[in-house]
């Protein structure tokens, strides 16, 4: 059996995550005292007591799911786990490509806690609020959902940002263009067509000054190769030259979360398990409706870690 883990993206953060793997796990504990000193903030505070609407800021939103994500991984590794002997391939949604690179090693859990700050900031602040949007559309099929942003695109931006699977894909860009194309495809028949709160429209063109900045980050930091490949979300295949992930990476910021594809790739590799380290279980549930063949877990409590040792 072929096992891949995955790494979940912004969205799954909520207070109190991760405070009951650093009780359990002096090794989980030790990950987010690292990132607290390589952030120069008590960034688990915020995690552990609040206040949400300041964990939510993107900013702080990035660096606290990889926090989570390796201190799962820690935990793991300290009842004896290795991830080059036990994993095939890792993948991360957006940000969680980040936490996939330093679960491979690829990266410190310093330096990637240092990049998210930085992407998040440059995502926040490349578009000013409330010009961008995202809109989730369901029910349509990707070339209608691709029609839709070219018709509606117009003097601004509107582009598939995630294909999530279950016949879900989300769109970002310019906010009227956006709103239009929500609109238009009700008209064409998705089941629900609904913005999203987010902050920015990430993902899209929009982004281009976030991707500029990523690519001066990553110029600066030590990037080795990955215990096993990275399958990146901007190609849906594996990685694991260091120079071509930090391209994929810059590419990555105003480039298409290739998620469906993902998975599905997995399939067709002799994956039959994805594990889910970290906050939530959103990419476990979207792997079940993309690939019923595939085992879907997530492993994020103490009780997890423990049933997943056990094995």
């Known amino acids: ?60 939103a990035q660096p606290a799911l990889m926090a989570v994500s390796l201190a799962a991984l820690r935990a793991l590794e300290a009842g004896g786990f290795s991830l080059p002997d036990k994993v095939a391939y890792v993948a991360g949604h957006s940000l969680g490509e980040y936490s996939a690179l330093a679960a491979a090693g690829a990266l410190s859990v310093g330096d990637t806690a240092r990049l998210l700050r930085i992407r998040g900031n440059a995502m926040q602040e490349a578009v000013p609020v409330g010009e961008g949007a995202m809109a989730a559309i369901i029910g349509l099929d990707e070339a209608d959902v691709e029609t839709v942003c070219i018709e509606c695109a117009g003097d601004g931006v509107c582009q598939i940002a995630n294909d999530n699977g279950g016949g879900q894909l989300v769109i970002s860009g310019t906010r009227h263009c956006v709103e239009s194309a929500a609109a238009l495809a009700s008209e064409k028949g998705a089941r629900r067509a609904l913005l999203l709160p987010v902050s920015a429209p990430f993902h899209s063109q929009l982004m281009q000054p976030a991707a500029d900045s990523m690519q001066s980050a990553l110029e600066e930091v030590d990037l080795q ?87």
């Not at 912004?10 to 109190?16: C, K, M």
């Not at 480039?255 to 993902?262: I, N």
């Open 1 to 60: 059996m072929s096992t891949a883990f995955t790494f979940p993206g912004q969205g799954s953060q909520a207070v109190g995550m991760g405070s009951d793997l650093a009780e359990a796990f002096p090794a989980a504990r030790a990950v987010f005292d690292e990132v607290d000193e390589a952030l120069g903030q008590k960034l688990s505070a915020l995690m552990w007591n609040g206040p949400e609407e300041e964990l939510t800021l993107t900013a702080n």
């Open 225 to 311: 190769p990955p215990a096993v490949p990275l399958v990146a979300n901007v190609l849906a295949g594996p990685v694991s030259e260091p120079a071509q992930i930090k391209e994929l990476l810059v590419k990555q910021v105003t480039g298409r979360v290739r998620w469906a594809e993902t998975v599905l790739w997995f399939a067709a590799n002799g994956v039959s398990e994805v594990c889910e380290l970290g906050a939530g279980k959103v990419l476990t549930g979207l792997a079940r409706r993309i690939d019923r063949s595939i085992t879907a877990r997530a492993i994020n409590t103490p009780q997890d870690i423990e049933t997943y040792l056990q094995g």
